[in-house]
């Protein structure tokens, strides 16, 4: 498994597993929608996640959870690029965009950015050449469907090797436009047009689920899966998200995207720790 993640300036550290703190800059996102919304509110909640641990702080403007509306170009420009502006100016930070757009994936980079986390593994139209123009590492994330419509009937062959080959196919199509190797990630889209029992085939399986020769970031934090199997909403999901991000790093996981930044560090260092010690034994 590669221990760094080559980014536009500098490399980042993967020999211990990071965290990626969740800054949704929406008035709609399935778990905090609404709270951090002004760009003051908002780089400040993303210095108390870094303080807490995280490596890396995730910017988002526009929420995939299903259902939700789309929104413009603008509307996410004008969402993410001042927040992205300002926590560069108070911190060092990896910043990355979550974003399917092209022309957002630019301007975020161009403010300060330095990875593209695309749920859409770079499909759209001009996102390849942005990402290449930008010279950003990028997280190659597998989505049935589109975001409003995937989880109306979510159906696989083979739900584990389904997400392998299509990885596979975009790892291909990456390397060709010239995005280097070691500047991708890859992530098996928990909940991204996944029945619960999809979810949990993966979750058993992340060794096989992705191309083993790049990093996985894991996604897991508040899911509905934690709904749907323990009947928790949203606000009671802690416990089931930090059990699923230590048990990924105990799979391999090198980046675990979560909201709960304290809690989900704690977890990961103490799988990590014991993962090492049961290798050396």
């Known amino acids: 498994m590669p221990t760094q993640l080559n980014l536009p300036r500098r490399q980042l550290d993967l020999s211990e597993p990071r965290v990626m703190g969740i800054l949704n800059v929406t008035p709609d996102s399935f778990s905090d929608g609404g709270r951090h919304t002004g760009v003051d ?4 909640h993303a210095l108390a996640m870094i303080a807490a641990g995280a490596a890396i702080i995730d910017v988002g403007g526009e929420s995939t959870r299903p259902g939700a509306d789309a929104v ?11 927040v992205i502006e300002a926590l560069r100016a108070r911190s060092d930070v990896v910043i990355s965009i979550d974003t399917t757009k092209p022309e957002v994936m630019r ?49 696989y062959d083979d739900v584990v090797a389904d ?10 199509c990456c390397l060709e436009a010239g ?9 098996p889209g928990i909940g991204f047009g996944k029945t619960l029992e999809h979810n949990l085939a993966l979750l058993a399986n992340l060794d096989v689920a992705v191309p083993p020769a790049y990093p996985l970031l894991i996604g897991v934090s508040r899911k509905s899966m934690f709904g749907a199997l323990l009947e928790r909403p949203v ?6 998200s930090v ?39």
Do not use: S, Y
């Not at 509110?41 to 400040?44: G, I, L």
């Not at 413009?72 to 001042?82: A, F, G, I, M, S």
């Not at 975020?108 to 770079?122: P, S």
């Not at 997400?163 to 291909?172: D, K, M, P, Q």
């Open 235 to 240: 606000d009671q999901r802690l416990a089931a």
């Open 243 to 281: 059990a699923a991000a230590a048990l990924a790093v105990w799979q391999g996981a090198a980046i675990v995207r979560a909201h709960d930044v304290a809690a989900t560090l704690d977890a990961v260092r103490l799988a990590h720790a014991i993962k090492i010690r049961r290798a050396a034994r």
């Open 41 to 44: 509110v908002a780089v400040a």
């Open 179 to 187: 995005i280097a190797g070691e500047r991708l990630l890859m992530d």
């Open 72 to 82: 413009t170009v603008q509307q996410e420009l004008d969402r993410v690029v001042p």
């Open 107 to 155: 301007a975020a980079c161009a403010a300060g950015a330095e990875l593209i986390n695309d749920v859409n593994a770079l499909r759209a139209p001009g996102a390849i050449e942005a990402a290449v123009d930008c010279a950003a590492a990028v997280c190659l994330m597998h989505m049935q469907g589109e975001p409003r419509t995937m989880q109306q009937a979510p159906d």
């Open 163 to 172: 997400v392998n080959a299509f990885l596979t196919t975009r790892i291909e």
